[in-house]
């Protein structure tokens, strides 16, 4: 059975930073692309960011640039979301995703909600200004 867990959400100030964590289990870690997608208060879901299976190759949104980093530990099954610089628009709940990584594509399918079978419950982020 898979399971995505994400942790390491809670409040935050404007400026800081939190770390977030996805711990997998239930499928070969190391062939799926682990991605981070958020959804706000009355809004749809987004993309964040994504990182193939093998670590290579990361995607971002334009609004994390900079700001934001992904990485991925295959020995251990983990994916994480470093924050920094947070604004009070990155609050929200942040979903941790896989989708199966393929070769010969590239962003648009490693930042599309469709292209991940699996999800986390969320974990919510709070940022106050």
């Known amino acids: 059975q898979v399971h995505l867990v994400e942790s390491g959400g809670g409040l935050a100030q404007a400026g800081g930073s939190l770390r977030l964590s996805c711990a997998a289990s239930?499928?070969?870690?190391?062939?799926?692309?682990m991605a981070w997608f958020r959804q706000a208060p009355g809004k749809g879901r987004e993309f964040v960011m994504s990182?193939?299976?093998?670590?290579?190759?990361?995607y971002y949104a334009e609004f994390v640039k900079g700001r934001f980093t992904i990485s991925r530990d295959n020995a251990k099954d983990t994916a994480e979301l470093q924050m920094n610089q947070l604004k009070s628009e990155d609050t929200a709940v942040y979903y941790c995703?896989?989708?199966?990584?393929?070769?010969?594509?590239?962003?648009?399918?490693?930042?599309?909600?469709?292209?991940?079978?699996?999800w986390g419950q969320g974990t919510q982020v709070t940022v106050s200004s």
């Open positions: 239930g499928f070969t870690f190391s062939d799926y692309a």
């Open positions: 990182i193939t299976g093998n670590g290579a190759v990361t």
């Open positions: 995703a896989a989708a199966p990584t393929l070769k010969n594509v590239g962003s648009p399918y490693y930042s599309a909600i469709t292209s991940f079978e699996y």
